[in-house]
């Protein structure tokens, strides 16, 4: 929380979620920012030092030694006092409901269908729609047929389970905001990517 107070570092991580491949040497982020890389480099060592970025090796052509990259851990980080095991809690509703197998899949896509129209209910389009969604975290992006939530609101509890509960539950979502712009959707997981997002073919019915 300490690490994230400080503005600079808050908009080095949004820089590293929307970079491909998400990484950046001192000399990037002191271009991007417009800082001297002492500083650059005290701000991604303490949002290292937080778990917030892992440090590697970048091999840049020229001799000498390799340029120090920071890429986002992708490690939630969970904070309440005393603690709590939210994410026990997903694994084990992900657990029971994909034990139901078909059944309890379609079920987890109708519920998150039903959450989606009451998000949805009081806008005026689509586009509208998923910046609300933006609020859950997931920053999503439509481009023609297809949706990217550039970073999955429930990748912890996906990652829990093996069963695809949560891509379902998203899904439905996603098919509850698109509902109120015609003709109506249907929306299907197509899994994650290597940057902790997630994205969805959307076809009309």
Excluded at 28 to 53: M, V
Excluded at 113 to 130: E, F, H, K, Q
Aim: glycine share 10%.
């Amino acid at each position: 929380m300490k690490a994230l107070a400080e503005p600079t570092r808050r908009r080095v991580m949004e820089s590293l979620h929307r970079k491909s491949p998400s990484e950046m040497t001192v000399d990037d982020a002191a271009r991007e920012f417009g800082l001297d890389r002492t500083t650059a480099f005290d701000h991604l060592e303490s949002l290292r030092a937080a778990g917030l970025l892992i440090a590697g090796e970048r091999r840049t052509g020229w001799r000498g030694r390799p340029a120090r990259t920071y890429r986002p851990s992708r490690t939630a980080q969970d904070f309440s006092v005393p603690a709590r095991q939210h994410r026990l809690l997903a694994t084990i509703l992900g657990e029971a409901i994909g034990e139901s197998g078909p059944t309890g899949l379609a079920a987890a896509h109708e519920f998150g269908r039903r959450v989606g129209a009451r998000i949805a209910a009081d806008t005026v389009s689509s586009t509208v729609a998923l910046e609300l969604l933006d609020e859950l975290g997931g920053d999503y992006e439509a481009t023609g047929k297809s949706i990217r939530s550039g970073n999955c609101i429930f990748r912890e509890a996906c990652q829990a389970t093996p069963h695809p509960v949560a891509c379902h539950a998203q899904a439905g979502l996603l098919e509850g905001v698109l509902a109120f712009q015609a003709p109506l959707s249907r929306v299907t997981p197509e899994g994650t990517d290597d940057r902790g997002g997630c994205s969805y073919h959307v076809e009309a019915i």
